[in-house]
């Protein structure tokens, strides 16, 4: 069955940026947050829902025969909250996409959104304003509306017996709430089941954490990483759909040689880069770059793992990179990594080095899978102790969206 998303009502394909350059290679999903953030409703297609190769984790239920939602009497209920946002959009479309089996659906966001039709896999809903009496009947809550509605409503949700599955940093940290990567330690959520008929809070990890992990988690386990120093080129997208809007704008203002609008950033970003949005700490290090040194102790479950990152936003629409260098405390050769990698559930190697051709942001937009290359022995260290690498990855899709759906699937 082809599923499709529809926002009603419907808006052109140029109102998406389907013609704008500036959005080229962005999915419908993400047109449609931008013209969400902009005021406008649209639709979008199955189109959007595409893997990278073969290389995407299949959704365990496929393996299982189970049929998409439409039909299934016996699937969990679920909502999602910060369903109008460039997360939540995508997370819509993910369901969709792996054909999860959702009994019924609830779409929360603010005030601001209440009442808008969307059109859902033949099925038409009216966004619900989020309160304290949303959650009841809910198996599975999908939370992405950011950290301080997290912290409101996420307790509140699994008090009332929903398991919170939230993209924020609200619970990340806490002890007994496990932060999960499917690829890499979905035992941390073993003891986690709708059938146990119990809430609970699971949290998503910060998505260059996720992005990075899927690609050195596979080395790790062959060779075991002592020290990883992680340089980000984040996009716009990271930090929700109205960024994506202000960097569009900003890009039409100064090629227009117009002074750029500044309200989500507090500097010029078009054509320009900077050290990440978010607040710096005491060590001089921001919080981004904090979340993946804790996060990596903990997913990893190696508190003496040495992990020192530094994160930029640069001018590019949709999905992270990253250059990525390794030591490990056993040896480890450049074409050996590459097999291990080209295993590697969710992740795809491009690494050609005749041609040049290494992963783009571009390539991996709207794609499931974790892109790697470069890489290279790094000649700074002694013997094969030392790797460099280049990944890029979906942070809405792997780094948010698909991650959650993935959870929920195990939750099954
Ligand atoms: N963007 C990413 O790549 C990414 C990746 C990983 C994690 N995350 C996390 O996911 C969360 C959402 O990010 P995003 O990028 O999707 O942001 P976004 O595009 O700005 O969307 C925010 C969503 O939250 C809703 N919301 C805001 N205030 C609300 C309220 N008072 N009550 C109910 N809903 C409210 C918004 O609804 P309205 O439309 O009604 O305002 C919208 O649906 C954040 O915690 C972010 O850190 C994002």
Same mark, same amino acid.
Not at 188 to 201: D, E, F, Q, S, T
Not at 227 to 232: A, F, I, Q
Not at 238 to 255: H, N, P, S
Not at 359 to 368: A, F, G, L, N, Y
């Given at each position: 069955?082809?599923? +499709?998303?529809?926002?009603?009502?419907?808006?052109?394909?140029?109102?998406?940026?389907?013609?704008?350059?500036?959005?080229?290679?962005?999915?419908?999903?993400?047109?449609?947050?931008?013209?969400?953030?902009?005021?406008?409703?649209?639709?979008?297609?199955?189109?959007?829902?595409? +893997?990278?190769?073969?290389?995407?984790?299949?959704?365990?239920?496929?393996? =299982?025969?189970?049929?998409?939602?439409?039909?299934?009497?016996?699937?969990?209920?679920?909502?999602?909250?910060?369903?109008?946002?460039?997360?939540?959009?995508?997370?819509?479309?993910?369901?969709?996409?792996?054909?999860?089996?959702?009994?019924?659906?609830?779409?929360?966001?603010?005030? =601001?959104?209440?009442?808008?039709?969307?059109?859902?896999?033949?099925?038409?809903?009216?966004?619900?304003?989020?309160?304290?009496?949303?959650?009841?009947?809910?198996?599975?809550?999908?939370?992405?509306?950011?950290?301080?509605?997290?912290?409101?409503?996420?307790?509140?949700? $699994?008090?009332?017996?929903?398991?919170?599955?939230?993209?924020?940093? $609200?619970?990340?940290?806490?002890?007994?709430?496990?932060? /999960?990567?499917?690829? /890499?330690?979905?035992?941390?959520?073993?003891?986690?089941?709708?059938?146990?008929?119990?809430?609970?809070?699971?949290?998503?990890?910060?998505?260059?954490?996720?992005?990075?992990?899927?690609?050195?988690?596979?080395?790790?386990?062959?060779?075991?990483?002592?020290?990883?120093?992680?340089?980000?080129?984040?996009?716009?997208?990271?930090?929700?759909?109205?960024?994506?809007?202000?960097?569009?704008?900003?890009? =039409?203002?100064?090629?227009?040689?117009?002074?750029?609008?500044?309200?989500?950033?507090?500097? @010029?970003?078009?054509?320009?880069?900077?050290?990440?949005?978010?607040?710096?700490?005491?060590?001089?290090?921001?919080?981004?770059?904090?979340?993946?040194?804790?996060?990596?102790?903990?997913?990893?479950?190696?508190?003496?793992?040495?992990?020192?990152?530094?994160?930029? =936003?640069?001018?590019?629409?949709?999905?992270?990179?990253?250059?990525?260098?390794? @030591?490990?405390?056993?040896?480890?050769?450049?074409?050996?990594?590459?097999?291990?990698?080209?295993?590697?559930?969710?992740?795809?190697?491009?690494?050609?080095?005749?041609?040049?051709?290494?992963?783009?942001?571009?390539?991996?937009?709207?794609?499931?899978?974790?892109?790697?290359?470069?890489?290279?022995?790094?000649?700074?260290?002694?013997?094969?102790?030392?790797?460099?690498?280049?990944?890029?990855?979906?942070?809405?899709?792997?780094?948010?969206?698909?991650?959650?759906? @993935?959870?929920?699937?195990?939750?099954?």
């Amino acid at each position: 069955m082809v599923a +499709s998303l529809k926002l009603t009502p419907t808006i052109s394909a140029a109102e998406y940026g389907v013609t704008n350059p500036a959005l080229a290679g962005v999915s419908p999903a993400i047109r449609v947050a931008v013209s969400f953030s902009l005021g406008k409703s649209s639709n979008i297609s199955k189109g959007s829902l595409s +893997s990278f190769g073969n290389k995407s984790m299949p959704s365990p239920l496929s393996k =299982r025969g189970v049929v998409s939602m439409c039909s299934s009497e016996s699937g969990p209920t679920v909502a999602v909250v910060g369903a109008t946002g460039a997360v939540g959009v995508e997370l819509m479309n993910v369901l969709a996409g792996r054909d999860f089996p959702y009994r019924s659906l609830k779409l929360l966001a603010s005030r =601001r959104s209440a009442g808008k039709h969307v059109l859902f896999e033949d099925h038409e809903y009216v966004i619900e304003e989020l309160n304290e009496e949303s959650f009841k009947d809910v198996d599975i809550a999908l939370f992405s509306a950011g950290g301080s509605i997290s912290k409101k409503f996420g307790p509140l949700a $699994a008090e009332q017996g929903s398991i919170v599955i939230d993209n924020s940093s $609200a619970f990340r940290m806490d002890d007994g709430v496990p932060l /999960v990567i499917p690829e /890499v330690n979905v035992d941390a959520m073993a003891h986690i089941k709708l059938r146990n008929k119990k809430g609970a809070l699971i949290a998503n990890p910060n998505c260059s954490t996720i992005i990075c992990l899927m690609a050195v988690t596979p080395l790790h386990r062959y060779a075991k990483v002592s020290r990883m120093v992680v340089s980000t080129y984040q996009a716009a997208s990271g930090a929700g759909a109205a960024a994506m809007a202000e960097l569009e704008l900003q890009t =039409r203002e100064v090629l227009e040689g117009r002074k750029p609008t500044c309200n989500i950033f507090s500097r @010029q970003y078009a054509f320009n880069l900077f050290s990440h949005n978010t607040s710096v700490k005491e060590n001089g290090y921001n919080e981004e770059e904090m979340k993946m040194v804790n996060e990596t102790k903990k997913i990893w479950n190696d508190p003496e793992v040495k992990v020192t990152a530094t994160c930029i =936003r640069v001018p590019i629409m949709r999905a992270h990179s990253e250059s990525i260098n390794l @030591q490990f405390q056993n040896p480890l050769n450049e074409n050996t990594a590459r097999e291990i990698l080209g295993k590697a559930d969710g992740v795809v190697v491009i690494d050609d080095r005749a041609a040049n051709n290494f992963p783009t942001p571009i390539e991996v937009s709207s794609k499931d899978a974790v892109a790697v290359g470069r890489i290279r022995q790094d000649i700074s260290q002694e013997g094969c102790y030392g790797l460099d690498l280049f990944a890029c990855g979906d942070q809405i899709r792997k780094g948010a969206a698909l991650n959650a759906v @993935q959870i929920a699937e195990h939750l099954l």
